[in-house]
């Protein structure tokens, strides 16, 4: 190929010829929704070659090439080992605001391991433990975030290889024709093998009058928990009462089931610290009088039931932003919108009708 490009003397071949791979290379990387390190070092390598004007060659390509083939095997002969890059998941969950009571939860079962792990090279038997979950809670509450999280514990602690997360519910599990459901279900589950299968509103496989085709897929769920006991590891999440009458209906299921997670509702000053984290994330500064406003309006959404918790705090920054590009377009006609007119909230921007909007739950986000 180098000689070709000699031969042609055509420097935009040789740019045109990096740019297609870059493409073709793009395109897979992305097919699982995530960019890997190192899938991002072999993109990296691409653009340059393919926007430089420099007569490299293939040689020098190749030899590149090489050295990033080695860092990845490197970094599959350690598949625990993280990059510099990465971030340390025990520390990643000391962040997150409130949660409390799910931090030392989490923390003591990453110390369980870590004390099992320590008997093992001692010659000692380790405590024999099912590591699968049930995290109880409001939508909200941050149940799936933990659970990503918690995945990736579990990848640096070696209990798992890749420790990615996996998320449906009943509608990813169950199929509409006798028979389906089981093939249905092992797909979900073999896409979750070294990784964690997050369940979300587990309790419906079971609920309703027309539970056949539910029960399948937690007849299917079980006998695969079984089967690849070390290589999958499922959380069953959803509201408390209803996980305890689905776990009640279900003894295979609540024992092979060692962990309960219960993720309380925030309170108002858990949310407000929510809400300028969102706001901050996506580049907007929060005045003392906005804080204050929006945490007299959490101090209210949160005596109601089933209020949304977070999903609440997004709904509301979301409809904020729509009302402060109204107001940012009639303050300035005919004029030059500024930077701070873009990054600033007025009180004004959060005047909404809680009691009207509450009598349409699903709008605001308060329910899946």
């Given at each position: 190929?180098?000689?070709?490009?000699?031969?042609?003397?055509?420097?935009?071949?040789?740019?045109?010829?990096?740019?297609?791979?870059?493409?073709?290379?793009?395109?897979?990387?992305?097919?699982?929704?995530?960019?890997?390190?190192?899938?991002?070092?072999?993109?990296?390598?691409?653009?340059?070659?393919?926007?430089?004007?420099?007569?490299?060659?293939?040689?020098?390509?190749?030899?590149?090439?090489?050295?990033?083939?080695?860092?990845?095997?490197?970094?599959?002969?350690?598949?625990?080992?993280?990059?510099?890059?990465?971030?340390?998941?025990?520390?990643?969950?000391?962040?997150?605001?409130?949660?409390?009571?799910?931090?030392?939860?989490?923390?003591?079962?990453?110390?369980?391991?870590?004390?099992?792990?320590?008997?093992?090279?001692?010659?000692?038997?380790?405590?024999?433990?099912?590591?699968?979950?049930?995290?109880?809670?409001?939508?909200?509450?941050?149940?799936?975030?933990?659970?990503?999280?918690?995945?990736?514990?579990?990848?640096?602690?070696?209990?798992?290889?890749?420790?990615?997360?996996?998320?449906?519910?009943?509608?990813?599990l169950v199929a509409e024709y006798v028979g389906q459901t089981a093939v249905k279900t092992n797909k979900i589950i073999d896409s979750a093998l070294d990784g964690v299968l997050f369940i979300d509103e587990a309790y419906?496989?079971?609920?309703?009058?027309?539970?056949?085709?539910?029960?399948?897929?937690?007849?299917?769920?079980?006998?695969?928990?079984?089967n690849n006991r070390d290589s999958v590891i499922v959380i069953f999440a959803g509201y408390p009462d209803k996980m305890k009458a689905f776990l009640d209906r279900n003894e295979g299921l609540r024992s092979r089931i060692?962990?309960?997670?219960?993720?309380?509702?925030?309170?108002?000053?858990?949310?407000?610290?929510?809400?300028?984290?969102?706001?901050?994330?996506?580049?907007?500064?929060?005045?003392?009088?906005?804080?204050?406003?929006?945490?007299?309006?959490?101090?209210?959404?949160?005596?109601?039931?089933?209020?949304?918790?977070?999903?609440?705090?997004?709904?509301?920054?979301?409809?904020?932003?729509?009302?402060?590009?109204?107001?940012?377009?009639?303050?300035?006609?005919?004029?030059?919108?500024?930077?701070?007119?873009?990054?600033?909230?007025?009180?004004?921007?959060?005047?909404?009708?809680?009691?009207?909007?509450?009598?349409?739950?699903?709008?605001?986000?308060?329910?899946?």
């Amino acid at each position: 190929m180098n000689e070709v490009f000699k031969a042609c003397n055509a420097e935009d071949l040789r740019t045109q010829y990096f740019s297609l791979l870059y493409r073709f290379f793009s395109v897979i990387a992305k097919a699982d929704d995530h960019i890997t390190p190192e899938e991002g070092k072999w993109l990296e390598m691409l653009m340059s070659y393919s926007s430089t004007s420099k007569d490299y060659g293939l040689e020098v390509f190749e030899k590149k090439a090489s050295v990033v083939e080695k860092q990845t095997k490197e970094k599959q002969a350690t598949p625990n080992a993280k990059s510099d890059d990465e971030t340390n998941p025990l520390e990643e969950l000391q962040t997150l605001i409130g949660l409390s009571e799910v931090k030392e939860e989490v923390s003591a079962l990453a110390n369980f391991v870590k004390i099992q792990q320590e008997r093992e090279r001692k010659g000692m038997k380790a405590v024999g433990l099912s590591y699968h979950c049930v995290f109880t809670g409001n939508p909200g509450t941050g149940k799936t975030t933990v659970a990503r999280i918690l995945a990736a514990i579990y990848r640096d602690l070696g209990i798992l290889k890749k420790g990615h997360l996996v998320e449906t519910d009943r509608s990813g599990l169950v199929a509409e024709y006798v028979g389906q459901t089981a093939v249905k279900t092992n797909k979900i589950i073999d896409s979750a093998l070294d990784g964690v299968l997050f369940i979300d509103e587990a309790y419906s496989l079971s609920d309703g009058e027309h539970t056949t085709f539910g029960d399948e897929a937690i007849n299917t769920i079980v006998q695969e928990m079984e089967n690849n006991r070390d290589s999958v590891i499922v959380i069953f999440a959803g509201y408390p009462d209803k996980m305890k009458a689905f776990l009640d209906r279900n003894e295979g299921l609540r024992s092979r089931i060692a962990f309960h997670v219960d993720f309380p509702d925030y309170t108002a000053d858990e949310l407000t610290e929510i809400f300028k984290l969102m706001a901050k994330r996506r580049g907007y500064e929060i005045s003392d009088d906005v804080a204050a406003h929006c945490k007299k309006i959490f101090k209210r959404v949160a005596k109601k039931k089933n209020f949304g918790n977070g999903r609440f705090v997004r709904t509301l920054l979301e409809q904020a932003w729509l009302k402060q590009s109204q107001r940012i377009i009639k303050e300035n006609e005919g004029g030059s919108v500024t930077r701070e007119d873009l990054t600033r909230f007025k009180v004004e921007d959060f005047d909404v009708n809680l009691d009207k909007k509450f009598r349409d739950e699903r709008k605001l986000g308060f329910t899946r």
